[in-house]
Antibody, heavy 125, light 107 residues
Framework: EVQLVESGGGLVQPGGSLRLSCAAS????????MSWVRQAPGKGLEWVSV???????YYADSVKGRFTISRDNSKNTLYLQMNSLRAEDTAVYYC???????????????????WGRGTLVTVSS | DIQMTQSPSTLSASVGDRVTITCRAS??????LAWYQQKPGKAPKLLIY???SLESGVPSRFSGSGSGTEFTLTISSLQPDDFATYYC?????????FGQGTKVEIK
């Protein structure tokens, strides 16, 4: 079955760190663009980060310099290392796979075609 | 950054109604727009990509249209399973951005 399963969420104090994992099955993480999207309680969706199949990474300004996306090809798993956490980082974090990537004039275009069920991160003292 | 604005924020409708949700982009995004459905406590589900292409397995009562800055999601005959929150998302340029959501409620 093709699926994504996140883990690693929990309660952390402001300034603390947490690493989220996303285990994939039914497809190969390293062959796809993979992303993290978060949703604060009662709020909308916010894209966080992406890692390309080639290894390039991009981040939302709100997390740049604090979060790091990576993957372990041998474990077929995506990660999000979150440092210097703030109260406003409290959210459900989803990992998501990109659908077919279309490149137009060197710019990639892709949407999210597969989502995990999410893991809750709460930043509070 | 591109901003996405959906309207209305909440919509009350009955089973069988035709429902239309609008999404506007702050600048042209060509047809690089997707629509997702989210139910409480669940992950979003892809409905439409490239503004009007129906994802495999999604009922044909869902349709999308538009290009440039104005887009619509239409449900031709609302079914009980369709009461949910709907989000548009632009994938023209980083950072990818979502609309604030439209909650479809039972009238």
């Amino acid at each position: 079955e093709v699926q994504l399963v996140e883990s690693g969420g929990g309660l952390v104090q402001p300034g603390g760190s947490l690493r989220l994992s996303c285990a994939a099955s039914g497809f190969t993480v390293s062959s796809n663009y993979m992303s993290w999207v978060r949703q604060a309680p009662g709020k909308g969706l916010e894209w966080v980060s992406v890692i390309y199949s080639g290894g390039s990474t991009y981040y939302a300004d709100s997390v740049k310099g604090r979060f790091t996306i990576s993957r372990d090809n041998s474990k077929n798993t995506l990660y999000l290392q979150m440092n210097s956490l703030r109260a406003e980082d409290t959210a459900v974090y989803y990992c998501a796979r990109a659908g077919p990537v279309v490149v137009v004039t060197a710019h990639p275009h892709w949407y999210f075609d597969l989502w995990g069920r999410g893991t809750l991160v709460t930043v509070s003292s | 950054d591109i901003q996405m604005t959906q309207s209305p924020s909440t919509l009350s409708a009955s089973v069988g109604d035709r429902v239309t949700i609008t999404c506007r982009a702050s600048q042209s995004i060509s047809s690089w727009l997707a629509w997702y459905q989210q139910k409480p406590g669940k992950a979003p589900k892809l409905l439409i990509y490239k503004a009007s292409s129906l994802e495999s397995g999604v009922p044909s009562r869902f349709s999308g249209s538009g290009s440039g800055t104005e887009f619509t999601l239409t449900i031709s005959s609302l079914q009980p399973d369709d009461f949910a929150t709907y989000y548009c998302q632009q994938y023209n340029s980083y950072p990818w951005a979502f609309g604030q959501g439209t909650k479809v409620e039972i009238k």
